[in-house]
């Protein structure tokens, strides 16, 4: 075609979620469809966000990427299913749209490089952000406009939920081909303001079972997460979502507690069985608990995923006293690293009363860091050319 472009950059960013019904199980590995619904909170950009950069050009000979910085192998199974089915939604929106604004070749080779804001050693989870960085910025260089949870929930089942702001649902779907298996908003990132998220880094140590492999030895194994996705969490999902519209701490966070819980639970099911939490993990539980005991009703709650780190939920008049029970129990040690990160906090007073409340013996260093955030908004474009992560040669910009 004589006016296709020789050449196209994106760059867009996508933010971390965090589920407060948790994903656990698929019923089609293959698809990543799961046997539960889930519902996640957008985490703000400002502090927790994947960057990538998609090139097409057709002078490259084939498709690369990199990630932090670090050449990886193009051919792992679900970056190649992400590919995939770019490039059949491409094909297909092609077929129906005479008048393509766009014409740009589907077959140039992509290059691809994504770099997170947060230290992958952290331990927290970067796949949700990446994958959804990914579906988002091939989207946008082959032109597709339909909706994306497919390509990103075949790249990791969570990621379709980061395509969106705010609090969103993954809604399991029935059809076999995964159609209806699909992320959308249930309320935008402006809904609730107050709300305000803790993430308690407990260890930068990489974990012994990873998700995929975890959920799977769960669902072969567990009778217990049967019972959950079939009884559980459908009147849950529909128990939270009312909560989230309400704005109704109370409820959210005991429910999120409940639920961070049920899924620990069902890995302790699993067998041989996955313990995700460690001793810092169940104190931070337990100050959790005493905490809310002390106040008479439930100012924090917290959840869990596959790792030992901690996600805190509460309302911004609860932060700095939060952070100063934290600070006593878990005092920092002096490892260079500022111990809080993110969103101002002010300096909380800790009443004699709540201290003797919380009864705990302090462990100083078993939190590394706290990172103060907030609900965010979905994946953003960046139109700066100084943001691509890729030259015009399609290789890495040298880092300063
Ligand atoms: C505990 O989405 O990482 O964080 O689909 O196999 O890539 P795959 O798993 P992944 O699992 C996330 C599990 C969880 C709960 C959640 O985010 O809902």
Redesign the pocket.
């Known amino acids: 075609m004589a006016s296709e472009k020789p050449y196209l950059a994106v760059t867009c960013t996508a933010p971390v979620?965090?589920?407060v019904i948790?994903?656990?199980g698929?019923r089609d590995e293959e698809l990543?469809l799961p046997i539960n619904s889930?519902l996640?909170v957008t985490l703000h950009q400002d502090q927790l966000k994947t960057t990538t950069t998609a090139v097409i050009s057709k002078d490259f000979t084939e498709d690369r990427i990199w990630l932090n910085g670090r050449e990886e192998d193009i051919g792992q199974p679900r970056i190649q299913a992400c590919l995939r089915e770019i490039r059949r939604l491409a094909r297909k929106r092609r077929s129906g749209d005479e008048e393509d604004p766009l014409p740009l070749s589907l077959n140039y080779k992509v290059h691809v490089a994504s770099v997170n804001n947060f230290p992958t050693a952290a331990g927290l989870?970067s796949?949700?952000s990446g994958y959804a960085c990914l579906a988002y910025a091939l989207a946008r260089v082959y032109g597709v406009e339909s909706d994306l949870s497919e390509v990103a929930r075949r790249?990791?089942?969570?990621?379709c939920?980061s395509l969106y702001g705010g609090f969103v649902e993954w809604q399991m779907g029935e059809q076999a081909d995964g159609k209806d298996s699909v992320a959308r908003q249930v309320a935008p990132e402006s809904h609730w303001p107050e709300l305000r998220v803790l993430i308690l880094v407990v260890s930068a140590e990489k974990k012994l079972t990873g998700?995929?492999v975890g959920?799977q030895t769960s669902v072969e194994t567990s009778p217990l997460l049967r019972f959950r996705a079939e009884a559980v969490v459908p009147a849950r999902m529909a128990e939270m979502i009312r909560y989230v519209k309400e704005r109704n701490f109370q409820g959210f966070g005991e429910l999120t507690m409940k639920d961070s819980n049920q899924?620990h639970a069902t890995c302790l099911d699993t067998f041989p069985p996955i313990s995700y939490l460690n001793d810092t993990s169940r104190r931070i539980i337990h100050l959790v608990h005493r905490f809310n005991a002390h106040h008479g009703q439930t100012k924090v709650a917290y959840t869990f995923?596959?790792g030992p780190n901690a996600v805190i939920f509460t309302l911004d008049d609860t932060v700095a006293e939060f952070v100063a029970a934290v600070r006593h129990s878990f005092p920092p040690e002096s490892n260079g690293d500022k111990f809080l990160k993110g969103l101002p906090v002010k300096p909380g007073r800790l009443s004699d009363e709540l201290k003797a409340a919380l009864g705990m013996d302090p462990t100083p260093g078993s939190i590394k860091y706290i990172i103060a955030t907030q609900v965010g908004p979905g994946p953003q474009i960046l139109d700066h050319p100084h943001a691509h992560l890729l030259g015009p040669d399609g290789l890495p910009k040298p880092t300063v």
């Open positions: 979620n965090i589920a948790k994903y656990w698929k990543i889930s996640s989870a796949s949700a790249g990791s089942g969570s990621a939920r998700s995929t959920m899924f995923d596959a």
